[in-house]
């Protein structure tokens, strides 16, 4: 069956750490995979987009890595700070040309100072 | 620009009763999509359309329709109501031909009786 999967429990990490999200998902060959954080009641807003021939891609303290042998992408935070707090969510994108994602359940990540 | 806006911000309705979520986005963007998040679940696409009189079915289509007369709005219609369909909705908008990431509305949250 088809699955994307990101880890269920709570990230709990001190401020100036590195933060490492994963996304690992089965039976889909996605064109694009994309990250976006949620805020407590608000809409999820857009990071970071890699594509499958891409290995990294980087956005300030932002670094995402797809896999696609692996079928797993890491999204990093560097020098995290209590803003950083939030649900991320990945999301595959099959075909890159219609708008339709599939998303992930998403990980809390909490920065503690 | 407004982006993309979403009424009402929350309802309540009765089993049986059938109610519009509105949706419009001011981007211009040819794609637009409605989500639905529940606990636990991440974001389920529900129906997405590609352009203006040109609609299709997510993974969740069952007790709603849709239909797209203009680039800029997307109704989401509730035809007859289930406590099933407690959630809350979102809304996106993206751009063909770009980089594809998807713009949200600020959600709609709604409980069904």
């Known amino acids: 069956s088809q699955k994307i999967e990101q880890n269920s429990e709570a990230l709990n990490i001190q401020e100036g750490k590195t933060a490492t999200l994963t996304c690992n998902y089965t039976?889909?060959?996605?064109?694009?995979l994309q990250w976006y954080r949620q805020d407590p009641g608000r809409g999820p807003v857009f990071l970071l987009l890699?594509?499958?021939?891409?290995k990294e891609k980087r956005k300030e303290r932002l670094k995402v890595t797809f896999d696609t042998t692996l079928k797993q992408s890491l999204f990093h935070i560097t020098a995290s700070q209590p803003a950083d707090s939030a649900t991320y969510l990945c999301a595959l994108d099959l075909t890159g040309n219609t708008g339709k994602l599939i998303f992930g359940q998403g990980t809390t990540l909490q920065v503690k100072p | 620009n407004a982006g993309v806006t979403q009424t009402p911000k929350f309802q309540v309705l009765k089993t049986g009763q059938s109610m519009t979520l509105q949706c419009a986005q001011d981007?211009?963007?040819?794609?637009m999509s409605w989500y639905r998040q529940d606990p636990g679940m991440g974001l389920r696409l529900i129906h997405y359309s590609v352009g203006a009189g040109i609609t299709d079915q997510g993974e969740v289509p069952n007790g709603y329709n849709v239909s797209r007369s203009t680039t800029e709005d997307f109704p989401l219609r509730l035809l007859s109501a289930a406590p099933s369909q407690t959630s809350v909705y979102f809304c996106?908008?993206?751009?063909?031909?770009?980089?594809?990431?998807?713009?949200f509305g600020p959600g709609t949250r709604l409980l069904v009786l």
């Open positions: 981007m211009n963007h040819e794609y």
């Open positions: 890699i594509r499958e021939n891409e």
């Open positions: 039976n889909y060959s996605p064109a694009y």
């Open positions: 996106a908008s993206s751009s063909a031909g770009g980089e594809e990431t998807q713009y």
